[in-house]
């Protein structure tokens, strides 16, 4: 029975010890302890074998926990997994089929209910509750760590989760976790994800989400799914070793299981604690006959609580050099035949452990050293260690490997390697002892009893030699710092970033030598192979002084120390510089297959070889990366010959495809020469394609290239100099290829020449029976023998042998030319780069199962394709983007110039757009599609990245053939154009070849063929739906999805066509739903736009592509079409320098495209450029070359581009990158070239502004320009001539030059948010849809940021009314108290000014931090002195008013005088009768008291007013007429008018034809006939009209009616006023008006004057009729009267009368305070009034079409303002009676109780000041009255009458008790009495929202939406409506204009300005018309206007009747119009006034 040997590979404490066997035997240090490792003999002898514990068949690697022993072993887990988290996290039962138990924590555990599930071993560990890690099951290998969260606390609890996984287990842990959030039944998660992405740790793709229970089996599946992909990519390797440091108990617990595997385990007794201090001798004990071995001297080391341990270290020098001595030697051992060797050992230190790795040599015959062996040097990763020495292996290599050592009981012992350790590297904190066991070769180091076999040696050789590979690669990685990117590893993410510019350091450090490598390449800097490395200078402890000469003691002299061969170099500090190929392969290595296909092929574009054959760095297998080529496409030209002459072919086509010849290159030995450098100079003498030793940074030592096959392609030029006339491609095998035979294998096997070099050739040495093979074989053969001399021989057809010595490079180039040349110039095998997928024993990349499934994806759709003509495929299943696509956007530009009954041809067009997206919709989702769209969305995201890779890949080829042949032709024909022309001919033989010439670039269109013409489907599939809103049919794919999938490809990196190259036209719905997901997805992310201009192929997309890693198309053939934009995020390590967080490049096709031909050239040219330039915060303009004449078009398209940008107030940046110039560095000629293109531009500036209309001398006058920082110069992007050119480093040097500068400017940008950017774009493409594009450009960011500016506005200019409002309520009560006769200015200002400070600072705070503050920045000042303003005229309009009270309180004053002596008149007549009937008052009743009371009163009256005259009401009928007689009007006339009420309309009348007479009898009937009275002549009239109104009514307003009474002469003099100005107007019309026409409009003017002058002639009544006054107080002294009658006191009296007064002035209070209160809610929370006028317009149309009231609409027609002060005060009187009645009264009650709570606190007040000041009722009642005049007006009482009072508290009482009746009565108070207030809540209103702007449009007299009275932007409104609406008709007909003036600015139609012009106006040129129509910005709009084509239809009758005009013949309302509903018409108004 063979017993298996394990290592016991404590892992928890990172200590493995194992023997070493070795053929030396030297003494050990006497102070060494001795440590016996023991074997159990009971078991049957047999071999005691040592193995790895590895699993192969699962590929998981198990770095350290020991397996149990046979006797115990158990089914092997396919998966373990721990469960990690906190116990409440899921529900732990017998249901719970994840896990079922909770008894015992920290064990593994086979789950039976997962076997029942999907039949899997599968164990699975407890840890939920985040345990102590001492418990720990050491004996597992885990492949997930699966971190389960609870839903709503899934945050926190993954931070401190994975705090606590990295604390115990290392950073490398998160390769394997899986986060899983829990969740009850009814609960959802969808914001979980979004939450955790916020973490920079967290991998989308391993997140799931399941249910508490855990009972769902559907769930649990994809959990195993997702946990079976993240190990599949983890693949071979899984967790195996925690990392915690110090933890006791764990190296207990491994203790006590190595005492249980004693008997069944080799094992090492030893532990740390163990190990002497100094030294530790290890003795290997086999048996009783074993001997003595030599034992490795140790020394334990305590460092930090932990076990260091270290080779021997001695305490003095002596030992040094004694243990250096016998390391020098080499013995060989009779018995064993084993050569010793000192070697140094490497220790590893990680975190603070040690890992000792005892490494010996094989032997060999000779024992000569391989120079091309070294071990690589170290480098420690914690911060407290040092970098240790390197040692070289010597031949028969060292393996150090971990392998256990193999011993038989009867064998002779193994002596025990004597090592010294020079350096330490530590791991995870404990000691790792590994030595490595010597294999021999020779026989006597066999099993003497014959026990070990060859094969098995064999194995443990090959295991030996992975492991010593393993750990090398381990210490280079680590050098690079590229430990974790073994799991976790690069991607194209990675690096598509904004990050830094690349440092151009002399030398970097090691640690950043990869990712420089990567940038460079990235750059396409081919000196990426080349950097300069920094070494890392290690801190000298252990090391030994350098041996001093002591020349004094000794001979020595100079000389001798010269030739001394004594060590005297401590080699502990020396260290191997790192390869540069090293570098270039740790990358790749380290790379995902994404990452690595785009690292080959930027190393393609560098012309540096390629693998094409790998070893596995970890298992040695060697692989074939074939997917890393499929990106790579080759260009070359053969030359053959044909009839006497060379016929040169273009060849273009992806090298996967290219069946080309091989010629392998091959080393066998060490020749002394570089096959290397042989095969540079005979490809590309200028460039090194492949690295030689010559290459600057190369060492012998190159780890990973070792085995490595490298392939490269020679592309002639088909030029006479070429070294081959074909591609051919040249392999070279690094490396001896003796070892690496699998390779040479399949090298020679596939090559069409095989070139041999050998150091010799001689018959019988170690490479004879290789070339021998090779000379059999049928295969040409080329030996090159380096030491031989002599020329080339060929030895027999097809073999050939050259010497090398003595000769020169070249020379050997050129022969080697001309025999390869020879031998493939007949028949010859041909090569074929995907015939590696044959190969049999190597791995192929594209064989791994997530490739092929996104690669079957693919092939189902290409398999559909084949079989398709390729320039058909478009047509056949992309039809929607084809001639449909293409068709839309013809008729689309139609509705831009449109003609005749513009709206009846816009109809019809809309009609076919939408016609054809019907259409679109019925040919949409064809087969191809589906399966895309189905892959699309089901794939996983790796899935996906291959599906799209090979989609594209597949795509491309189909089209590949096609496409030469096509792109030949063009060239061919146009050759032949060319000719022609020169020969100035313009025969029908040039048209017939031009014609030609357009036919093959249609071809060449149709046949190009990709997955962006795949995605162009998707969107016009999507637009087409979504116009129709078409919902998907059964079968098809769910369309409203495909923005979702577009959004998540376009995060990802990929790019995104914005504008259809093919088509000309963005595709704005899809666009804009694309970008909606986006937000979604990311949030309103800000962006920085940069925008690339050039001409085409002029190199733009290779610029973007070197500057930020992006993937723009660049191929010849298949440049950019249309433009296209990509997301590149800002890097974390820049984004604070940034205040945006992605840069969003657009690039775009080149202008001057060939394929576009004739007059379209331009105008796209201008369209793109524009677009782009609007976009861009930034555009990089790209000129190529140096001639002018190129540069002078696109310099003007341009200059005009960015002068439209400055008159729409758009200003990006410029940067000019002049490409391809010769010779960059002279500074002369750089000036001047800027100074001539400083003229150039300049003078395009001038031509430019002549086409614009602008005034600019300069091109800085357009444009912030410096033209010495703002123009690049960039080198040629090859050096030398293509193909075989490399790319100029110059040129990268150029590119970060250039990325530092734009990321200098982007500094000062805040670029857009997504949001804005997508608003942007539909604005730019609307204008630019129209031909007048600044005109028609709607900057709706700009829109939309000035009416959140607006509401702003409105916000503070009603927080200011507000605040006034309640100072001249205060004011207006202490005038009317008198105790103010004064108001100045400057009180008013000073009591406003704190609440005008804080909202200076408000507005101070918005336009510094609004996140629009750019655009703000224009209004800022505008605004500022706007509020200023405001402000000033609300304290003058206060002032004003309060002076008219002050006025009228003087006008008073004598009436106010003679009150108080009527009222004690008043008082003591009623005293005085009371007490005359005191004593009948008792008998009598209420009424005869009342009878006696009236009988006194009235000549009570009489007496106090004898002296006064009452004022008469006025009979304002009467008066009218009485005036208009006087002016001459007749009575009859009049009185018809009065009687019809029509005058009441005449502003508001639609025909005032029958007003007008003429003064020539025989136009009348002409007039009337509608031949020439035309609309502007009727709206003259209605002008008149409202003009007289206005006038007349401020006449009538500036008389001081209220304060001296009413008078007819006001009336009077407005009449003689209105009629002067009726003869005026007349006087200048070619008509008369009617008497009939100035009786209306007289009696109108007095009808909108009488409210005003009825309600102030009663005030002016009330104020000073002392009739009145006496009369009203009857009640009062009733009351009085009556009171005394029944014996009251005067307290009872006096608290009465008091009462009574409090009563009046509280009603008022409490009105004029809630009055306000109401309109501040109302104005707050109202939606129509708090925001802006816009929002206010919108909610008056929305209710004037919900009641459907045509007058209402009229009235809104022609007198807007009207109508909406009429909406107001509906609104208010709703909100408050109706709608909010409740809290209307709840205000009122609150300011009841306010004013009560006054009153009483006041009455308590006075009372205690007068007791305490012993005053009488006089300084009661003033002190009372003082308390309340801030709040009541509250009337003198006067006290002559009560004298008699002194109890104050009783009075107090008494007044007390009156209040409750008040209070009762108050609480009562009906909202109407709101009505009497003196500020009525919808006045208020009405005076802050109607001080707007009122200017109609000149067109439709839409009335302008601006906020802001008086402001300077052009009026504007968001939807203008048909001229219907305002009874425009056609000129000399009753025909009804129907059209919308926003359709008639984008149409080629003209208008008269006015009705005496006789000049017609664009209408695209209406501006030009007169100020009226300059001031106007009307855009074109497309959108349906719904809400007045509804409105025409359904008052079309009303509508004819009203103005007298008929819907016919032009007029005729398109039958569209009619199927809009109310609720449509409704609907539109929210979405038009959205922005």
């Known amino acids: 029975m063979e017993v298996e040997n394990q290592d016991n590979a404590a892992a928890g404490r990172g200590s493995e010890v194992t023997s070493v066997p070795s053929g030396t035997n030297e003494k050990v240090e006497e102070s060494a302890a001795e440590t016996k490792v023991k074997f159990d003999l009971v078991n049957e002898p047999g071999e005691a074998q040592h193995s790895e514990n590895n699993d192969e068949s699962r590929g998981a690697e198990t770095i350290a926990f020991p397996e149990p022993s046979l006797s115990n072993k158990k089914a092997i887990p396919e998966l373990t997994l721990v469960l990690i988290g906190e116990t409440n996290s899921i529900e732990i039962g017998s249901k719970n089929i994840l896990i079922d138990h909770d008894e015992q924590r920290n064990v593994e555990h086979f789950s039976t209910k997962l076997y029942d599930l999907c039949g899997r071993h599968i164990s699975v560990i407890n840890m939920l509750g985040l345990p102590n890690i001492d418990e720990f099951p050491l004996n597992e290998e885990i492949h997930a760590f699966v971190m389960l969260l609870p839903n709503g606390l899934h945050n926190s609890h993954y931070s401190s989760g994975l705090q606590w996984l990295e604390t115990t287990f290392g950073k490398a842990l998160m390769a394997y976790v899986m986060t899983v959030v829990t969740h009850e039944s009814d609960d959802k998660c969808e914001s979980a994800l979004t939450d955790l992405k916020a973490n920079s740790s967290f991998v989308e793709k391993r997140y799931h989400t399941c249910r508490r229970s855990m009972m769902d089996e559907g769930e649990i599946i994809a959990l195993l799914e997702k946990i079976d992909a993240m190990v599949c990519e983890n693949a071979p390797h899984c967790h195996s070793g925690l990392m915690c440091d110090g933890n006791k108990g764990q190296k207990e617990q491994l203790e006590h299981k190595e005492e249980r595997l004693e008997s069944s385990l080799f094992q090492q007794s030893q532990t740390v604690g163990d190990i002497e201090e100094n030294a530790t001798a290890i003795k290997v004990k086999c048996d009783t006959v074993t001997g003595p071995g030599d034992v490795e001297n140790s020394k334990n080391d305590e460092n930090t609580g932990e076990s260091e341990i270290t080779s021997v270290s001695f305490a003095n020098n002596d030992k040094v050099d004694e243990l250096e001595e016998s390391a020098a030697k080499t013995e060989n051992d009779p018995v064993n035949g084993a050569k010793h060797s000192d070697k140094y050992d490497d220790s590893i230190r990680v975190g603070g452990e040690s890992e000792i ?349 070792d085995g490595v096959a490298e392939i490269a392609w020679y592309c002639p030029a088909g030029k006479p100099n070429d070294a081959f006339t074909d591609c051919i491609a040249f392999c070279n095998l690094h490396g001896d290829a003796l070892s690496n035979v699998k390779q040479r294998d399949i090298l020679t096997d596939k090559s069409s020449v095989n070139v041999v070099l050998v150091p010799t050739l001689e018959k019988n040495d170690k490479n004879s029976a290789v070339i021998s093979a090779l000379h059999k074989s049928t295969k040409p053969l080329i030996i090159l023998i380096a030491d031989s001399d002599g020329g080339a021989v060929q030895m027999k057809k097809g073999k050939y042998k050259m010497g090398l010595n003595d000769r020169s490079q070249s020379d050997v180039s050129e022969e080697l030319k001309k025999i390869i040349g020879k031998i493939l110039s007949g028949p010859h095998e041909s090569f074929q780069l995907e015939s590696m997928a044959e190969v049999s024993g190597v791995k192929l990349d594209e064989k791994d199962n997530v490739c092929q499934k996104g690669k079957s994806a693919a092939m189902k759709i290409v398999d559909m394709l084949q079989g398709t003509d390729v320039s058909k495929i478009k047509d056949t299943y992309l039809p929607c983007q084809g001639q449909l696509w293409k068709g839309w956007c013809k008729i689309n530009k139609e509705l831009y110039h449109l003609r005749g009954n513009i709206e009846n041809e816009k109809c019809k067009i809309q009609r076919k757009l939408m016609q054809i997206r019907q259409d679109q919709c019925e040919v949409s989702c064809s087969k191809p599609m589906k399966s895309f769209i189905e892959s699309l969305s089901s794939l996983s995201a790796t899935e996906k990245d291959y599906f799209l890779k090979w989609t594209q890949i597949l795509t491309d080829a189909l089209s590949t053939d096609d496409l030469g042949s096509i792109l030949q032709k063009y060239d061919k024909k146009w050759a032949e154009v060319l000719a022609l022309k020169k020969k100035h001919e313009k025969s029908d033989q040039l048209k017939s070849k031009q014609t030609e010439l357009d036919e093959i670039s249609t071809q060449l269109q149709s046949a190009t063929f990709g997955l962006e013409h795949i995605f162009r489907e998707m969107g016009q599939i999507y637009e087409a739906h979504a116009s129709l809103q078409k919902q998907p049919e059964r079968g098809q794919t769910d369309w409203s999805k495909y923005p979702e999938l577009a959004a998540e490809l376009m995060i990802s990196g990929h790019p995104m066509e914005l504008m259809d190259g093919d088509a000309g036209h963005v595709p704005l719905t899809w666009i804009s739903g694309l970008l909606d997901e986006v937000i979604k997805k990311l949030g309103d992310k800000r962006v920085f736009v940069l925008s690339v201009l050039g001409v085409q192929s002029s190199g733009k997309s290779t610029m973007l592509n070197a500057m930020f890693g992006l993937e723009f198309a660049v191929s010849a053939g298949r440049c950019t079409k249309g433009a296209f934009m990509q997301l590149v995020e800002v890097s974390e390590e820049i984004k604070k320098d940034f205040e945006f967080d992605y840069v969003l490049v657009v690039d775009t096709e080149g202008l001057r495209a060939l394929e576009l031909e004739g007059n379209a050239t331009l105008h796209h040219d201008n369209e793109l450029a524009t677009f782009v330039v609007g976009l861009g915060n930034m555009t990089l303009i790209n000129i190529f070359g140096e001639n002018p004449a190129e540069m002078q078009d696109i310099l003007q398209i341009v200059v005009q581009a960015f002068m439209r940008m400055k008159k729409i107030k758009l200003s990006p940046s410029c940067v000019f990158v002049h490409q391809n110039v010769t010779d960059i560095g002279a500074a002369e000629k750089n000036m001047d070239g800027k100074r001539r293109l400083q003229e150039k531009l300049d003078k395009m500036a001038q031509l430019a502004a002549k086409e614009e209309v602008c005034d600019a001398e300069c091109f800085s006058d357009v444009i912030a320009f410096d033209v010495q920082k703002d123009v690049k110069y960039f080198a040629q992007l090859w050096e030398g001539s293509p193909p075989m050119a490399p790319p100029n480093p110059g040129y990268s040097e150029c590119v970060q030059e250039l990325k530092t500068t734009i990321l200098s400017k982007a500094k000062q940008s805040a670029g857009i948010t997504l949001s804005q950017f997508k608003i942007k774009i539909q604005d730019l493409w609307n204008a630019l849809m129209n031909e007048q594009f600044v005109f028609s450009f709607k900057n709706t960011l700009e829109i939309a940021v000035y009416r959140k500016l607006e509401v702003q506005y409105g916000n503070w200019t009603w927080t200011l009314r507000s605040n006034m409002l309640t100072i001249e309520n205060g004011l207006h009560t202490k005038i009317q108290n008198g105790k103010l006769d004064k108001v100045k200015l400057n009180h008013l200002r000073q009591e406003s000014n704190k609440t005008y400070d804080k909202i200076k600072q408000a507005m101070t705070t918005y336009f510094d931090n609004d996140g629009d503050k750019d655009m703000l920045v224009q209004w800022r000042g505008r605004f500022e002195s706007k509020i200023e303003q405001f402000h000033d005229e609300l304290l003058r309009g206060v002032q004003r008013k309060l002076d008219e009270v002050i006025q009228q309180k003087k006008a008073c004053k004598k ?201 102030s002639h009663m005030t002016f009544k009330g104020n000073n009729d002392a009739h009145s006054y006496v009369e009203s107080k009857k009640m009062q002294y009733y009351n009085i009267f009556r009171s005394f009658c029944k014996g009251s006191s005067s307290a009872v009296v006096l608290g009465q009368l008091i009462c009574d007064k409090l009563k009046s002035s509280t009603v008022e209070a409490v009105c004029n305070k809630t009055a306000i209160d109401l309109a501040g809610e109302m104005r707050c929370n109202f939606p129509a009034f708090n925001g802006n006028r816009l929002n206010l317009e919108k909610h008056v149309l929305k209710s004037l079409a919900e009641k459907e009231d045509f007058n209402g609409f009229i009235t809104y027609i022609h007198h807007p303002r009207d109508q909406v002060e009429t909406y107001i005060r509906e609104e208010v009187q709703k909100y408050i009676f109706k709608k909010q009645r409740r809290k209307a009264l709840n205000m009122l009650k609150k300011n009841v109780d306010d004013i009560n709570t006054l009153v009483s606190q006041a009455l308590y007040d006075t009372t205690e000041k007068v007791k305490t000041h012993k005053g009488d009722p006089d300084m009661w009642v003033e002190e009372f009255s003082s308390l309340l005049k801030d709040e009541l007006t509250f009337a003198t009482v006067c006290c002559q009458n009560f004298r008699d009072i002194n109890n104050f508290d009783f009075l107090k009482e008494e007044i007390q008790k009156g209040l409750v009746s008040v209070k009762k009565e108050m609480s009562r108070l009906s909202l109407d009495k709101i009505k009497e207030s003196r500020m009525e809540p919808d006045q208020i209103l009405i005076e802050q929202l109607c001080n707007c702007c009122w200017v109609t449009c000149p067109f439709c007299a839409a009335v302008c939406t601006n906020t802001i009275k008086d402001h300077k932007e052009d009026h504007s409104v968001p939807f203008h409506r048909s001229v219907a609406v305002n009874g425009v008709h056609v000129r000399n007909s009753v025909e009804l204009g129907i059209e919308f003036c926003t359709t008639s600015i984008a149409s080629d139609e003209k208008f008269y300005p006015n009705q005496d012009s006789e000049v017609l106006i664009p209408y695209k040129k209406y501006r030009t018309a007169g100020p009226y129509f300059a001031n106007w910005a009307i855009t074109p709009d497309g959108s349906k206007l719904e809400y007045w084509k509804w409105f025409v239809s359904r008052f079309e009758k009303e509508l004819e009747d009203h103005y007298g005009l008929k819907f016919q013949n032009y007029g005729e309302i398109p039958s569209e119009w009619k199927t809009h509903s109310k609720k449509q018409a409704i609907k539109s108004l929210d979405e038009m006034f959205k922005l």
């Open 1455 to 1655: 009436l106010d005088d003679r009150k108080t002596e009527f009222e004690n008149k008043l008082l003591q007549k009623s005293k005085e009768l009371a007490h005359q009937l005191k004593d009948k008052a008792e008998d009598e009743d209420e009424e005869e008291l009342e009878k006696q009371f009236s009988s006194v009163w009235s000549g009570l009256v009489k007496e106090l007013t004898a002296d006064t005259k009452p004022i008469e009401d006025i009979n304002y009928e009467e008066d009218q007429s009485t005036v208009l007689q006087d002016l001459g009007f007749e009575w009859l006339l009049i009185d018809e008018s009065k009687r019809s009420g029509r005058y009441k309309k005449i502003a508001e009348v639609g025909d005032y034809v029958h007003y007008v007479s003429l003064r020539n009898r025989l136009l009348e009937v002409a007039y009337y006939l509608k031949k020439y009275f035309q609309p502007k002549e009727q709206q003259e009239i209605r002008s008149f009209i409202d003009g007289v109104e206005k006038q007349s009514l401020d006449a009538i307003k500036s008389n001081p009616v209220a304060t001296r009474g009413y008078n007819l002469t006001h009336l009077q003099e407005v009449a003689n006023d209105v009629k002067q100005k009726v003869t005026d107007f007349e006087s200048k019309r070619k008509y008369a008006l009617k008497k009939d026409f100035t009786v209306d409009l007289l009696l109108y003017v007095f009808h909108r004057a009488g409210r005003w002058l009825t309600e």
């Open 357 to 705: 790795k005892y490494v010996s040599s094989s032997a060999t015959n000779k024992g000569e050293p391989d120079e091309d062996k070294e071990v690589n040097k170290v480098k420690d990763t914690s911060s407290t260690s040092h970098t240790v020495s390197p040692v070289t292996k010597e031949q028969g290599e060292l393996e150090e490997s971990a392998a256990k050592t193999e011993c038989d009981p009867v064998k002779q012992p193994a002596d025990v390697e004597h090592s010294k350790n020079d350096g330490h590297i530590t791991v995870g904190g404990e000691s790792e002892i590994t030595p490595v066991q010597s294999a021999a070769t020779e026989k006597g180091n066999m099993d003497m009893s014959g026990n070990m076999d060859k094969k098995s040696l064999k194995l443990s050789e090959e295991n030996n030699m992975k492991k010593q590979h393993q750990r090398e690669t381990e210490a280079l990685l680590d050098r690079l710092q590229l430990q974790d990117k073994q799991q976790q590893k690069f991607s194209p993410a990675d690096f598509l970033k904004v990050g830094p510019p690349v440092k151009q350091d002399h030398d970097t450090p090691e640690k950043d030598v990869a990712h420089t490598f990567i940038q460079k390449l990235m750059m396409l800097d081919y000196r990426a192979r080349y950097i300069p490395v920094r070494q890392n200078i290690p801190e000298v402890s252990h090391s030994n002084p350098p041996e001093k000469f002591d020349t004094d003691d000794t001979d020595y002299d100079d000389l001798d120390a010269l030739y001394s061969t004594k060590v005297d170099i401590d080699q502990s500090n020396l260290k191997t510089h790192l390869h540069p190929m090293d570098v270039q392969m740790a990358v790749f290595h380290c790379s995902d297959s994404f990452f690595k296909q785009n690292m080959i092929t930027k190393l393609s574009q560098c012309q540096y070889a390629l693998p094409l054959l790998v070893p596995d760095p970890v298992t040695m297998d060697i692989g074939c990366p074939l997917w890393t080529f499929r990106q790579i496409r080759k260009t070359w030209k053969m030359t053959e010959m044909k009839d006497n002459s060379n016929i040169v072919t273009m060849k273009s086509m992806p090298i996967c495809k290219a069946e080309t010849p091989m010629v392998s290159f091959l080393r066998l030995g060490s020749p002394s020469l570089s096959k290397s450098e042989l095969m540079n100079t005979l490809i590309n003498n200028r460039h090194k394609i492949f690295f030689d030793r010559n290459c600057p940074g190369s060492t012998k030592s190159h780890h990973l290239m």
